[in-house]
């Protein structure tokens, strides 16, 4: 069972009653957000984070799940710091899923920053509280007489010192403080804080230790592959299953009757084997006949026209309406008119799913790659009717999420599977069925018209919005809000909205909505910046200089967002640097998340129109504090490449299916074209936030407005076609 | 069949069908791993391993194919002088996020400086050009190679 340790070592439900059983001598610390006090037992209930061993090493459990983005890093700095011990005595372990424990655990939206500086540092600050209380108690002195260095309580005027090992038995004893009475650190005191320190788990991945969902492994365990049907929700019409038991090594082979829903259990055939190659050649055996589906006949081609049909029909539902745009378009000094499109894309996580559930004594036992284990959970209990206290899910590292893993699709299957296999199994997808399953970043047109004075300035912006859904109920992640930027900026300005059924399963990608969102905006604000003769950097302030209504934007702050629009023109050499033929800079920006995000894009195009990111310069306000440096460039760097490559690929529809199956079709940015990217914070006097997802969106139209500079062609369609962008 | 395989100096045998992919006896039947399943087609070198010293990709290599080769993996890469350097660069630089990918890149960049000890940026981007890092950490793989290769400044 060593692997299962390695891979899931935390505080699980499963260990918990070990450590508080086991631990003696050991503090674990354990309260709830609301200040109500420790307890030794009961922890079930409790928020547990930190334990102290007498020899004076800390564990502190990470909550979230870690999908590449650093948190199992990040989030117990912030208990360390305030609990004031040295980082190289620190061991952080993985979380169960547990919300009654842990609150709520998810890798998602680059909200775990926001929500938990304040709230991690207080539960090391109580802990640090606890060790002082024990000492003042054993001492005989005053709490506020007491101090402490890293790992030591210090009564300075007796010379009296006590490492927290030896204090953590007594300190367990003592009632939490409120968190509100906590002082915490100030930022100059700071010695983990700030600091760049690398991964907790980077030893273990570069000698390629088991740390994935995919690594585990089980005593007993079996194999599963799950084929479903390529149009989404088909269910299986005949199958020849003998063939596939046929198959040396495959122990049994299964219809999965499933649902309709899809994101929950869908229609297929399990083939569970020895091994996982056995599994998938069984399944390649199957011979699987699938019901017609009403979403056959659906295309990318029939998405187009039917998008074609909305935006002439000039309907749609107005979502909101400044001003006059029509009057204010009428009276401009020059109008422009554009179509936009982007593609579905795919979240194309290096892990494919994978999920490995073990039935035993009544309870289904999970071990999942998931970004949001605890709908999973919900979801594996409604599907096989057990009983939510019945389902238990492990948290494994993730082998990149990229908001995939925020659905659990794979975790049904696998409970499933599991239950009717009556055995341990692991189940693994393909490339081809991790592409052709997916939650997709949804495509979608704008037909925009705009206005400039003469000027130059912006007098009137309406955007035309085609997307997906059905009734009132937009397709998930296909929607936008009526405050997007540059709502609220300009005195007339309108947004209608139309919708088109769609049978394919949408999703969050990385910066969802904004991923495709500053596409457009961003490129169209350069249309009118060159429509208008204005500096596309001038253009920017200009827009951003009129302060925004309250709530623009769940609160975009021009002046923020203003400075690192300087900021990164500045770096770039705006305007001052000497460029090529067929080479141009582009320059954009975007909030989200939280974020203020401005970049600038040099792009060299050959005359075949191959576009290449020289180099990337980024502007950023996340506050006062990067939290670790050292992840924080990494995070800022790979959403930069993660936004180029999004430039390149496309998911197509033919016959209500997938055209796409791996990465020869689906191509991902590869190391000859990853730019040089040069990264500039700016430190506001803000709360930090997150980091996974705002570095993203500018870069896209960063790179298509500086294409236009290169070639004076307008990239108003993703993916990038070389064709459109040769010269001549 | 059984196969007798030499696995990171170890002798191990294997019971499998002659078309298993090495990845699968690997993964599956020895219990090692480290070298990862990315796409099945050697499209994204996270299966990456050394035969003889060359980096081949297990996901399309049969065991019967193996024959007498001697195959290294991530699991073994401390043993060699350069594949301890590289996974110190590695380390001291933090490269990975998830670390999915980072196995596969590890036994590629070892492989690269072995047979290449002061690659240039070009001779880089040719040996690493088949290894996708989802999370693109490129600039940090670049990186790392320089410095296990000594060439930072």
Known sequence: ?728 | MAYQLNVNGKAMTADVDPDTPLLWVLRDTLGLVGTKFGCGIAQCGACTVHADGAPIRACMTPIEAIGDAKITTIEGASALEVGARVQKAWSELDVAQCGYCQPGQIMSATALLTQNPSPTDDDIDAAMAGNICRCATYVRIRAAIKRAAGQEA
């Open chain 1, 1 to 728: 069972m060593g692997i299962v340790q390695n891979i899931t070592e935390g505080f699980s439900p499963s260990r918990r009653a070990v450590l508080a059983g086991g631990g003696a001598g050991g503090l674990i610390l354990a309260f709830s957000f609301a200040g109500k006090g420790a307890a030794a037992d009961g922890l079930a209930k409790l928020n547990a984070y930190v334990q102290i061993a007498p020899d004076g090493i800390v564990t502190i459990v990470s909550k979230n799940p870690e999908i590449g983005q650093g948190i199992k890093t990040s989030l117990p700095m912030l208990i360390a710091e305030e609990l004031d011990v040295d980082w190289a005595n620190v061991r952080t372990v993985q979380a169960g899923n547990d919300p009654v424990a842990y609150g709520r655990q998810f890798a998602g939206g680059s909200m775990a920053t926001p929500l938990h500086w304040d709230q991690l540092r207080q539960v090391g600050a109580a802990g640090r509280a606890m060790l002082i209380s024990a000492a003042a108690a054993d001492w005989g002195v005053e709490v506020a007489s007491l101090t402490t260095e890293p790992g030591v309580v210090v009564h300075a005027a007796s010379r009296r010192r006590a490492t927290y090992g030896a204090l953590t038995a007594k300190a367990a004893a003592q009632t939490a403080p409120e968190l509100s009475s906590l002082k915490l650190k100030d930022a100059s005191a700071y010695r983990i804080i700030g600091q760049p320190i690398p991964q907790v788990d980077t030893a273990a991945i570069v000698t390629g230790q088991p740390l994935f969902g995919i690594d585990m492994r089980l005593p007993g365990m079996l194999y599963a592959a799950y084929a479903k049907a390529p149009v989404f929700a088909a269910k299986v019409a005949s199958v020849d299953l003998s063939a596939a038991q046929g198959v040396k090594g495959v122990r049994k082979a299964f219809v999965v009757e499933g649902g309709t829903e899809l994101d929950g259990l869908l229609p297929g055939v399990a083939v569970v084997a020895d091994s996982w190659w056995a599994a998938n050649k069984g399944r390649q055996a199957l011979n699987i006949q699938w019901t017609d589906h009403p979403t056959s006949s659906q295309s990318t081609e029939g998405y187009a026209g039917q998008a074609r049909s909305l935006k002439a029909a000039k309907g749609g539902k107005t979502l909101r309406s400044d001003g006059d745009v029509e009057a204010a378009l009428a009276a401009s000094a020059k109008t422009v008119e554009a179509d936009y499109f982007y593609p579905f894309l795919s979240h194309a996580t290096l892990e494919p799913q994978n999920c490995t559930a073990h039935f035993h004594d009544g309870k289904m036992e999970i071990w999942a790659p998931t970004q949001l284990p605890e709908p999973g959970r919900q979801l594996v209990a409604k599907t096989l009717g057990l009983a939510p206290e019945n389902v238990i899910v492990h948290m494994t590292r993730c082998g990149g999420g990229f908001g995939r893993r925020l659905m659990n699709d794979y975790m049904v299957e696998a409970a499933w599977i599991a239950r009717e296999a009556g055995a341990p199994v692991k189940l693994v997808w393909t490339r081809e069925d991790d592409m052709r399953h997916d939650f997709y970043r949804p495509a979608g047109f704008h037909h925009f018209r705009g206005g400039v004075d003469a000027s130059g300035n912006i007098t009137a912006w309406a955007d035309h919005f085609v997307t997906f859904g059905e009734g009132e109920a937009t397709a998930r992640s296909a929607g936008m809000a009526p405050t997007e930027f540059p709502a609220q900026f300009l005195d007339n300005y309108k947004l209608d909205v139309s919708m088109m059924p769609l049978g394919v399963p949408t999703g969050p990608l990385r910066a969802p909505g904004s991923n495709a969102i500053a596409f457009v905006v961003q490129s169209f604000i350069d249309e009118l910046a060159h429509a208008g003769g204005v500096d596309p950097v001038e253009m920017r302030l200009r827009l951003l200089s009129k302060t925004a209504a309250a709530g623009g934007q769940g609160g975009l702050n021009a002046e923020r967002m203003a400075g690192v629009v300087r900021l990164a023109a500045e770096k770039a050499g705006w305007g001052k640097t000497t460029l090529g033929p067929r080479q141009g800079q582009g320059i954009a920006f975007h909030y989200s998340h939280l974020g203020y995000f401005a970049e600038v894009a040099q792009v060299a195009v050959t005359e075949d129109g191959t576009v290449k990111v020289e180099k990337v310069w980024i502007a950023a306000d996340v506050g006062r504090q990067i939290i670790n440096p050292l992840g924080a460039l990494n995070q800022i760097e790979g959403s930069v490449i993660d936004g180029i490559s999004e430039m390149y690929g496309q998911i197509t529809i033919k016959d209500g299916q997938v055209e796409q199956a791996n990465f020869d079709t689906f191509p991902l940015l590869r190391i000859p074209d990853a730019p040089v990217i040069e990264t500039h914070f700016i430190k506001s006097d803000n709360p930090p936030t997150g980091l996974g997802e705002p570095a993203l969106p500018p870069v896209v139209p960063a790179v298509t407005n500086a294409i236009f500079a290169a070639t004076g062609k307008r990239v108003r369609s993703l993916p990038l076609n070389a064709s459109e962008l040769a010269a001549g």
